[in-house]
């Protein structure tokens, strides 16, 4: 509410509307939140076993626990409200048809890019994601492809672990991680005196079964070696399948947070609450 005094609105709306609240990011469950507060129906879907999008994985990584408990009061605020938070539940066309909501909050979030590189599909090559949530075990010496916060951190998941062998590639000259920052600052630090290896000005070009190969200049190739895993932390690109077919069928919408262009958590929370004024 903070900075919103002139815009927060107090009264419930004039009319209760059926909202469906598609995905459980800090977004979505924002959204949720005050689309109930304000007296509207309001049914928020999430795909995965729990709500909280990628701030659940984020909260996995170095000092970063009280993200988890900050998802656990957005949780507990959106249900106090009155809204029903459904899980393991992907949406789709046929549903939206047989529910028939009257607007929909659009905040599915983001998915990581899959760089197109040659032995990208070997076994022991997965995105950060799967690392930080469990589904692999992290192992020997590790390649991280992305010096951005997701890499970044992912590397300081690596080192708590006690993995000694990681270097990280980025093809631009430094990491967008800034260190004017606190949480970059230290970050950085903590990476550098536990010895992870930067590779900057670095394009791999193809990745083997126990080795990478780097163009570090325009006529010089590298070879790293021994890598036993891979890890994708290239960027994300917004998850928002179903637009067009709201936009299709006339149907209300607002598209929020990464599902629109991936950014910070304060930009997906603002443009939750938002939407939900905006109903």
């Known amino acids: 509410e903070t900075g919103q005094e002139l815009e927060y609105p107090v009264q419930a709306a004039k009319k209760s509307k059926k909202v469906w609240v598609i995905g459980g990011g800090p977004g979505g469950l924002t959204a949720a939140s005050e689309a109930a507060r304000l007296g509207h129906q309001v049914t928020l879907f999430e795909a995965g076993k729990e709500a909280g999008g990628q701030v659940l994985l984020a909260a996995r990584v170095p000092y970063k626990k009280v993200y988890g408990r900050w998802i656990e009061v957005l949780n507990a605020r959106a249900i106090k409200h009155g809204a029903e938070i459904i899980t393991n539940q992907e949406v789709n066309e046929e549903m939206i048809n047989k529910g028939q909501p009257d607007e929909v909050i659009l905040a599915s979030g983001a998915g990581p890019v899959w760089p197109d590189i040659p032995g990208v599909d070997l076994p022991h090559v997965c995105y950060a994601q799967e690392l930080l949530n469990g589904a692999v075990a992290p192992r020997g010496a590790v390649v991280i492809l992305g010096s951005g916060?997701?890499?970044?951190?992912?590397?300081?998941?690596?080192?708590?672990?006690?993995?000694?062998?990681?270097?990280?590639?980025?093809?631009e000259a430094r990491s967008p991680v800034s260190t004017l920052t606190s949480h970059g600052y230290m970050l950085h630090k903590r990476l550098r005196t536990a010895g992870v290896k930067f590779l900057f000005n670095s394009r791999v070009t193809e990745i083997g079964e126990e080795s990478i190969l780097l163009q570090r200049e325009p006529d010089k190739q590298q070879e790293l070696k021994p890598v036993h895993q891979v890890i994708v932390a290239t960027g994300s690109t917004g998850r928002n399948r179903l637009e067009d077919f709201l936009k299709q069928g006339g149907i209300p919408y607002h598209l929020i947070g990464d599902a629109r262009k991936p950014r910070r958590i304060i930009e997906a929370v603002e443009e939750g609450a938002q939407a939900a004024w905006q109903l």
Do not use: F, S
Request: hydrophobic residues 40%; without cysteine; glycine residues 8%.
């Open 149 to 171: 916060l997701v890499g970044m951190e992912t590397a300081d998941y690596l080192r708590e672990k006690g993995i000694k062998n990681i270097n990280i590639i980025e093809t």
